[in-house]
């Protein structure tokens, strides 16, 4: 049994673990290298041949060329990469490239000339070269977790990044409700102007930055909502809360009397002193309603901002994340078709249902502007209302790209329904999306703010098609 690298160093009797990664592992993070402790990381040749035919990937390109400028400087500066490169995580890990060891016990049925196959064959063949030793193969990729179970080998998600799914299943719940006394109520009263609302804080409610709560006298009769400003706690009155004069909507009156989720979702979205909102809910809970209407208001009526800027991952059938395709036209005619959810707002909005003449005239002017994800490292979004839509579509380093990129007078809503992952490379545990929803949670500021919404509002057929087909 011939091997280009030998990796003799797996015959000591020390009791690390080997871990062998999937490319779709460093793929999707880059730095999973430092992830394993002090065990042996092992990388197939293999994974090396189809990185390099992903650099150009527009979705995944950067993080491809990302892992191979990683993988140079532990060669470089390793004195010997074949004896094992240091793996610079504090723990003395070792990282191998892997050739050879092919089993000659592979079962026929499965053809290596697939490189999947020919991963699962060399783990094999490193198993029975070193049977003392304990082989992981980390991939993403549930069919070949199910082929390495039913050939012996180890196996395991990657696990890093990933939230569980009662964590996922905690953000679908309805805002607080908080009862409180006669006296606090007549407290929030005492000023003649309504800005001036509000009562001191209490810790007990445990609320955070920019929170809202549903509010209840000791009745219990409801008689207005709350959101959490720094000390304060400011009411605001459900009945006239409305973005175009459009209030929170209620479809099944039957089950709900009020849809405080979207009351806190307006009230988030006019704040401008919320420079980031994250808006997660499933499809036709009026994300998007919400989003375009408030963009509209502040530009167009209070002048707040210059322009609207909508970015959207475009899942194509290539699969790539950020591709619009080579035929001829311009960025803008071949991304309508893919924002159609916008068009549709802004025909309404512009009361131009029958034709087409009100938006395109709004989208040729400039002041709304659609934009591909691709192009967000060169895009001006100084005195912009920015929209991510679909945001569980893109991976955490493009929301970090676009982040990055905002300007102090610049409003970004995020939105996206975490059940619905079109791109291959994503799941609903680590995307872009519940990236930044969890790390809003634990790092909360006073310019961040996060709404989950319940009530499907768009047609009682689409709330039959949620609630009686099953999703698996």
Not at 38 to 64: C, H, Q, R, T
Not at 83 to 110: A, H, Q, R, T, V
Not at 378 to 403: C, H, K, W, Y
Request: hydrophobic share 40%; net charge neutral.
């Amino acid at each position: 049994m011939a091997s280009f690298i030998k990796l003799s160093v797996l015959k000591k009797t020390d009791q690390r673990a080997v871990y062998v990664l999937d490319t779709n592992v460093l793929l999707h993070d880059p730095s999973s290298l430092f992830r394993f402790e002090e065990n042996i990381v092992l990388i197939p040749l293999f994974v090396l041949d189809e990185i390099d035919s992903k650099k150009k990937d527009p979705l995944i390109g950067y993080n491809a060329r990302e892992i191979s400028y990683k993988l140079e400087q532990f060669i470089q500066r390793s004195d010997n990469p074949a004896k094992g490169m240091p793996i610079p995580n504090g723990k003395n890990g070792l990282l191998f490239f892997s050739s050879g060891y092919i089993s000659k016990n592979f079962p026929i049925e499965l053809s290596i000339s697939y490189k999947d196959n020919a991963i699962l064959s060399q783990i094999m063949g490193l198993k029975e070269a070193f049977p003392r030793r304990k082989f992981i193969f980390v991939t993403k990729d549930r069919n070949l977790r199910i082929k390495s179970g039913a050939l012996g080998i180890n196996h395991e998600d990657y696990l890093h990044d990933k939230i569980s799914e009662e964590y996922l299943a905690s953000f679908f719940q309805p805002i607080k409700e908080i009862t409180l006394e006669e006296e606090e109520i007549n407290q929030i009263f005492t000023s003649k102007t309504s800005v001036s609302w509000d009562i001191p804080y209490r810790k007990k409610w445990h609320l955070l930055e920019n929170e809202g709560v549903a509010l209840f006298d000791p009745n219990p009769q409801f008689f207005g909502l709350g959101i959490r400003k720094g000390n304060h706690l400011k009411y605001f009155d459900y009945h006239s809360t409305k973005i175009l004069d459009a209030p929170p909507k209620v479809l099944d009156d039957t089950k709900y009397k009020h849809n405080f989720e979207q009351a806190v979702c307006m009230q988030q979205a006019m704040d401008d002193s919320i420079k980031i909102q994250i808006i997660i809910g499933k499809a036709g809970t009026g994300k998007t309603h919400i989003a375009m209407a408030a963009a509209l208001e502040k530009v167009f009526k209070e002048r707040k901002y210059d322009s609207i800027k909508l970015i959207k991952p475009v899942i194509t059938k290539s699969r790539l994340g950020e591709d619009i395709g080579f035929l001829p036209g311009s960025v803008k005619r071949k991304l309508i078709p893919k924002m159609r959810p916008f068009v549709e707002k802004l025909r309404r909005f512009t009361n131009d249902s029958d034709s087409e003449e009100g938006y395109k005239k709004l989208l040729d002017s400039g002041v709304i502007e659609m934009l591909n994800l691709a192009d967000i490292r060169g895009a001006d979004l100084a005195n912009s209302f920015v929209i991510f839509d679909e945001a569980q579509n893109a991976n955490p380093f493009q929301m970090r790209t676009l982040g990055t990129r905002l300007g102090e007078e610049t409003k970004l809503i995020v939105l996206g329904d975490p059940t619905q992952i079109d791109s291959v490379y994503l799941d609903k545990y680590s995307n872009a999306l519940i990236n930044l929803y969890e790390n809003a949670l634990e790092n909360p500021k006073p310019f961040t703010a996060q709404i989950c919404l319940i009530q499907m509002v768009r047609s009682h057929t689409s709330e039959w098609f949620e609630n009686t087909i099953p999703t698996r």
